[in-house]
């Protein structure tokens, strides 16, 4: 306990009770100012018991006590309650002079305690006085809330506090907003080191005294749109005339006239010293300087970042991330694994770390805006995309050089996380300090971050939702060396319930090498959305390669899966074959014949190869990172892959990725991983097969062969108009071409689909238009008439002419 001078809005005695004994008792921590006022406070209270601190601390709403309710209270229960009110010369004075007021510190969880308040105050403490001694609880709270945090756990608060309960340096101001006229206390001004003669009762000559970081937050409070009748609170810094950085805490209430308009603003301005960094902040802070005053890289620094941060904060995730002018890029986090972090970032994790629209993350575009951290309690109104980040708690760190925002850290807590207020100067440096690293960085990795931002660009931001399967992509950077490489992947939905899959990988490491990339993967997808079988839509686009002005060269894995019946063309230039792990667990390469690597030989061959999958398989296609270094043979790497993956859930694609890159560690080249589930569709369709005879009556038997067909899967009202299409497309092809002809139908829930494949790579023409006199030409006229989609596509040394009605089966 202490007697130091106490003087406040007619109080002259303050004392603190805090909880203790599991919230049945009120014990006296502190005792301040003119004990003459009141003395012989007991020691201890109980809650349950009748006396002004037990009463207020139970209703969460302050007591105030006129002399007259003062003297009943004492009569009533003289054992909970003083008996004296001592005079002068230690006689008994007449409590008619005497006012008390009791106000519960803390409120809902957090209940802290009790303040007590006393002076000779004849007629009661005024109103104003109530409303500036309520807002001088909310100080000693937080007070009492940050010895709390710093000593959780320990026997009792009184026993560590190391520092007054109560805010001797204390003032208060009335703000008349109709004229702008501040009324303020001798003891505000002396916080602030403004001597009185140069007060010239305006706010600004008050809020120029607080540090430049700080000016934003003190202005938002006395704006008239942002003022609330609820009060508000802000802990600020001021740089006293001796050079002296000192932590001042504010609170304030406005009070409203009848329509809801803010006419006055109360506030109280007291010394927050326990704001104060502890020695562990500051060797925290100095600590984190240091480190980051070393890396060399953008990565390294958030790197350092993360891991600096997470622990000492007690931290559940922690991420770092630069700004692009629409997206979040995140360059580190912790913990690594995607399950742990919102589905918004899970379903762009395409890299090594994940990176979001910021359109889907609104509070944090304001708080990069406004430039100030943003500390957002639990069960917060967030956006999923940050809720996800800190269920318990949140904290949103723009990270500030220059002049501008350069990036942003997350700090998230996943169990209810209570910010103390000194909390807000550690996290406050640290952000300073990664924002100055990040720009450091920047400058000695210019070259490297505008070869990884192009490789960003050109690979897919999202891969599309297939029936049948699920893919799942990652790729990481080499971690040795700056350069940048050349591997890409894709997606790519066809016709006819087909997908292809493609992974490549151009040769050497710059940003050439990145371009080339772009332009392969451009040149895949044109050849593969046109129709073309894996072998052409390859072959041409080696062509495309070879006629490049560029000594690179790329290989390239290609595979065409049929979603519904399970079948894969495969076709492999210069690269590792696929992976395939079936439902038993097995695990092995698929033997498939290659070819040369893209843009070596300008007429070279790629085979075919078909592969059945069956539902519950995975399909790996990888790049040579995965699996080959200086320290690690190519044999020993596919070995590894296999193992890993036969140990793996085939149920969660996106594990199995994780699994595998984990598995890497340190790399010497980029890695590019592509994962297909496939799990089958659930309507398989029919098929069959017709080899098209050349006799005189070839069409006769097409015709007869179908009609068994369709009447065989139940088809009957359809009938008559796929026998026309048959005889029109055979037709054709039959007069028309040379060697073989092939009929293909296939019945799928809602279609039939009838193709004739023959050697002739010339497509057929419509006719403009047909005149009385002539004998042909019509028979493309009527396909087109009945179905509702035909076309022709390019095969190996021939093509295919399609045509779709729409079909159900019948119901058997």
């Known amino acids: 306990m202490t007697g130091q001078r106490f003087a406040f809005c007619g109080a002259e005695l303050a004392a603190v009770y805090v909880v203790a004994d599991q919230g049945r008792e009120l014990h006296l ?226 009070e409203v006239d009848p329509d809801g308009t803010p006419q006055r603003v109360l506030g109280v301005v007291a010394d927050a010293t326990y704001l104060r960094p502890s020695a562990d902040e500051v060797s925290l802070v100095q600590r984190l300087s240091a480190t ?40 580190a986090l912790d913990p690594p694994e995607p399950d742990a972090w919102p589905e918004v970032w899970r379903s762009e994790w395409r890299s090594e770390w994940p990176d979001a629209s910021l359109s889907d993350l609104p509070t944090l ?54 910010f103390g207020p000194e909390e807000r100067s550690l996290l406050t440096a640290a952000a300073g300090l990664v924002g100055q690293a990040l720009v450091r960085a920047h400058a000695l990795d210019a070259g490297h971050e505008l070869a990884t931002m192009l490789q960003r660009s050109l690979l897919p931001r999202k891969l599309p939702e297939l029936p049948g399967g699920v893919a799942v992509a990652r790729y990481l950077p080499a971690t040795a060396g700056l350069e940048v490489g050349g591997d890409w992947y894709d997606v790519i939905p066809l016709g006819e319930g087909h997908v292809a899959f493609v992974i490549g990988d151009v040769q050497g490491h710059s940003a050439g090498a990145a371009t080339i990339m772009g332009q392969m993967r451009t040149a895949v997808r044109a050849y593969a959305v046109e129709g073309h079988p894996p072998d052409v839509v390859v072959a041409r686009a080696n062509r495309l390669l070879v006629g490049m002005e560029t000594d690179l060269f790329a290989t390239c894995g290609y595979v065409d899966l049929d979603m519904e019946e399970g079948i894969a063309r495969v076709v492999r230039a210069g690269h590792l074959p696929p992976v395939l792990r079936r439902p038993d667990g097995a695990t092995g390469e698929v033997a498939v014949e290659g070819g040369p690597p893209l843009g070596v030989l300008p007429d070279a061959e790629f085979p075919m190869t078909e592969v059945g999958l069956t539902p519950g398989s995975l399909l790996v296609l990888l790049t040579d990172g995965l699996v080959e270094s200086a320290r690690l043979p190519l044999d020993e790497g596919m070995r590894r892959v296999c193992e890993v993956l036969a140990a793996a859930d085939p149920g969660d694609a996106g594990a199995a990725a994780d699994e595998l890159v984990l598995a890497v560690g340190r790399r010497d080249d980029d890695v590019a991983l592509l994962i297909l589930r496939y799990d089958g569709t659930r309507s398989r369709p029919m098929r069959s097969h017709w080899t098209v005879w050349r006799l005189p009556n070839a069409v006769l038997h097409a015709r007869r062969y179908t009609a068994r067909t369709l009447r065989s899967w139940g088809v009957e009202e359809e009938l008559d108009t796929a026998l026309l299409v048959v005889s029109e497309l055979v037709t054709n092809a039959v007069a028309h071409t040379q060697g073989e002809v092939g009929m293909d139908l296939t019945l799928s829930a809602d279609r039939l689909r009838i193709a004739v494949n023959d050697a002739s790579p010339r497509s057929p023409v419509r006719p403009v238009s047909v005149s009385w006199e002539s004998t042909g030409g019509r028979g493309l006229l009527i396909v087109e008439a009945v179905t509702t989609a035909w076309g022709s596509v390019p095969l190996s040394g021939g093509k295919q002419v399609w045509a779709e009605l729409p079909c159900r089966r019948a119901r058997g």
């Open 292 to 331: 980051l005053a070393g890396a060399a890289t953008i990565r390294e620094v958030s790197r350092l970042a993360v891991a600096a941060l997470r622990e000492p904060l007690g931290a559940a995730r922690v991420a770092v991330g630069e700004l692009e002018p629409d997206r979040l890029i995140i360059t």
């Open 365 to 418: 575009q304001s708080a990069l805006r406004g430039g100030h951290m943003s500390l957002w309690p639990p069960d917060a109104d967030l956006e999923p995309g940050l809720l996800g980040v800190g269920p318990g708690g949140l904290a949103v760190l723009p990270l500030p050089a220059e002049g501008r925002m350069v990036g942003v850290c997350l700090v998230g807590w996943e169990a209810e996380h209570r």
């Open 29 to 254: 921590a502190e005792l301040t100012g003119n004990r003459r006022v009141l003395y012989g406070l007991p020691a201890i209270l109980a809650v349950a018991g009748h006396s002004p601190a037990a009463n207020a601390f139970r209703s969460g709403r302050p007591l105030w006590l006129t002399p007259r309710e003062l003297a009943t209270f004492i009569e009533e229960d003289p054992h909970h309650f003083p008996t004296r009110v001592p005079g002068r010369n230690g006689g008994p004075d007449p409590p008619a002079t005497i006012s008390l007021g009791a106000l519960p510190l803390g409120h809902g969880e957090q209940e802290l305690g009790c303040l007590v308040v006393a002076g000779k105050v004849g007629d009661g403490f005024s109103a104003d006085d109530r409303s500036l001694l309520e807002l001088y609880a909310d100080q000693v709270a937080a007070g009492l809330e940050s010895v709390a945090a710093r000593f959780a756990g320990r026997k009792s608060p009184q026993a560590h506090l190391g520092q007054s309960l109560v805010p001797h340096q204390g003032g208060a101001f009335i703000l008349e907003l109709a004229t702008g006229r501040m009324e303020a206390h001798a003891h505000v001004l002396e916080l602030l080191g403004l001597p009185p003669e140069q007060f010239d009762g305006q706010v600004e000559t008050l809020l120029a005294c607080a540090v430049p970081d700080d000016m934003p937050a003190l202005m938002a409070i006395v704006e008239p749109d942002r003022l609330t009748a609820d009060g508000q609170q802000l802990a600020f810094r001021i740089r006293r005339p001796n050079g002296e950085l000192r932590w001042l805490g504010l609170r304030c209430r406005v």
